[in-house]
């Protein structure tokens, strides 16, 4: 299996549950992102990680919690969302920090 | 700060018409990178192209090409005889030096048979 694979793929919460969102990159690379898209909005930037450290938080609620237990894998931990926290999570990969070179195609994320 | 703008929303065309996605930028920095991105309804960006700033020179890939005009801080991609699988949202972003990318908010491109 190559590229950026995103699991899973739809995912409906309630405002109360915790759950976790997965990124696996078979690329080799060493930095990771997550990046919300939102409707109507440019893409964000939520984390970066670069060799398993994490280099990038931009003012992301701590409700989002991040997890990069190794340069493959990538996890954004969620809980006690709220509605607005819906949208389409991406998650992408580079060889090195810097811009993201693959995407995965995403999580679609709605908080009830 | 840095922006990017694109100010098609949504284009329709016929298969086989030329089209030209605008994009226009905003940086202080001299040293800066464009890039091209398509989302197709699967999710994932594809990316297409980057282009650093020292270098103006079109580039054309098959249908594909980009027009990098300093002087007007703009970089359009144009599609030449679209077909209906360039059916997609197509993201213009920027980047300086180390810093994260800027996406603009994308352009919907519809290809109808």
């Known amino acids: 299996e190559t590229g950026v694979t995103q699991t899973p793929r739809h995912l409906v919460m309630g405002m109360t549950n915790k759950k976790s969102l997965k990124c696996e990159q078979h690329?080799?690379?060493?930095?990771m992102y997550w990046y919300k898209q939102s409707a109507k909005k440019p893409l964000e930037l939520m984390f970066v990680?670069?060799?398993?450290?994490?280099?990038e938080n931009n003012s992301v609620p701590s409700r989002f919690s991040p997890e990069c237990p190794n340069s493959s894998h990538l996890f954004l931990h969620l809980h006690t969302l709220q509605p607005e926290d819906s949208a389409l999570y991406l998650c992408?990969?580079?060889?090195?920090?810097?811009?993201?070179?693959?995407f995965g195609p995403g999580t679609r994320l709605t908080v009830l | 700060a840095q922006k990017v703008t694109q100010a098609q929303t949504e284009i329709s065309v016929v298969e086989k018409e030329d089209v030209t996605l605008d994009c226009v930028y905003e940086?202080?920095?001299?040293?800066?990178?464009l890039f091209w991105y398509k989302q197709p309804p699967s999710g994932e960006l594809v990316f297409l192209i980057r282009?650093?700033?020292?270098?103006?020179q079109n580039e054309i890939s098959g249908r594909y090409s980009w027009n990098f005009q300093k002087s007007t801080s703009s970089f359009n991609f144009t599609i030449t005889a679209s077909q209906v699988v360039d059916s997609a949202v197509y993201f213009c972003?920027?980047?300086?030096?180390?810093?994260?990318?800027?996406f603009g908010k994308g352009t919907m491109l519809l290809v109808s048979p």
């Open positions: 992408a990969s580079s060889q090195d920090q810097g811009w993201p070179r693959f």
């Open positions: 282009r650093n700033s020292f270098d103006e």
């Open positions: 972003a920027l980047a300086s030096g180390y810093s994260t990318l800027t």
């Open positions: 990680y670069s060799l398993e450290e994490r280099v």
């Open positions: 690329l080799g690379h060493n930095a």
């Open positions: 940086t202080r920095d001299t040293t800066y990178y």
